[in-house]
């Protein structure tokens, strides 16, 4: 049964601070700093109750899609917060860190790669109009899937990907919600012993290429975002530094099952990191 549950303390908590910023129509980006440390044992939160895990246990995840406006900021998260990091790219990340290992490959090749990884995540995607329906439902449905389907193989605890909101527009959206929905159950029935899911609507950020479609829409909701009340903040938009963050977060909440965030819960969750870090 999906759920839309928010895990750690209040949301309340978390928003306060940001709603000034919220009402402004400004989105503050993200910074990482050290990691989670009480008495020198790694701390985590959930459902209101903290768990304090041994400092020995060795954290590892596995990203793909890492090259991506989400992926960049959830890889550098994940850089900060995991001992281990490996990286399945198409092309190389113009980054040398210990923590990093690169996986340069063909993704219609990835079961070729053997993943030894407590947490996998996805923010694998493309954009319909510039690669057409076929490599848009590879990049954004059966890569996943089979990333999935081989972590799970590989004996992986959490699969923790970015699907979208309900649909509110064109036909092709719908059909991408109905795929992007598709895969959310494909998922949840694998075995996992928990699935995070991020349903972020439009993505604020620079891209490599900028997308005039993108570009119509977030004017469009710059002066429309006072309507948003509701059930409706979840079309809001969201600066995908947050949403990088939020899927690390999600991950080291480690609820069981499969969870659902939309908007709010995913600033929520990016706003935790930094107040866990900062108390």
């Not at 000034?20 to 020198?40: E, F, M, R, V």
């Not at 020995?56 to 995991?82: D, K, M, N, P, S």
């Not at 795929?179 to 998922?187: D, Q, Y």
């Amino acid at each position: 049964m999906l759920q839309s549950k928010m895990p750690g303390a209040p949301l309340s908590d978390h928003l306060g601070a940001l709603e000034p910023a919220l009402s402004d129509g400004i989105y503050p980006c993200c910074t990482h700093k050290q990691a989670w440390k009480l008495d020198d044992r790694n701390v985590t939160h959930s459902w209101g109750a903290i768990h304090i895990m041994p400092a020995t246990q060795f954290r590892t995840a596995v990203i793909a899609g890492a090259t991506g406006l989400v992926g960049r900021y959830c890889l550098e998260a994940l850089l900060e917060h995991y001992d281990q990091v490996t990286a399945l790219t198409r092309r190389r990340i113009p980054l040398d860190h210990p923590k990093l290992l690169q996986h340069v490959l063909d993704l219609e090749e990835m079961e070729s790669i053997s993943l030894d990884a407590g947490d996998v995540f996805s923010s694998l995607g493309a954009h319909l109009d510039e690669v057409g329906w076929e490599a848009f439902t590879k990049a954004e449905f059966e890569y996943p899937r089979r990333l999935a389907e081989h972590a799970v193989r590989a004996g992986a605890r959490q699969f923790i990907f970015v699907s979208v909101p309900d649909s509110m527009h064109t036909q092709d959206f719908r059909r991408y919600t109905e795929m992007k929905r598709r895969l959310e159950g494909i998922v949840a029935g694998l075995g996992f012993a928990g699935v995070q899911v991020l349903r972020p609507s439009l993505l604020l950020g620079e891209r490599e290429r900028p997308r005039a479609d993108e570009r119509r829409l977030k004017a469009m909701l710059r002066w429309s975002q006072w309507m948003m009340i509701g059930r409706l903040r979840r079309y809001l938009p969201i600066p995908a530094c947050e949403v990088g963050q939020a899927m690390v977060a999600a991950a080291r909440e480690a609820v069981p099952g499969l969870h659902i965030y939309y908007h709010d819960q995913i600033r929520a969750l990016a706003a935790s990191i930094e107040s866990r870090m900062a108390s």
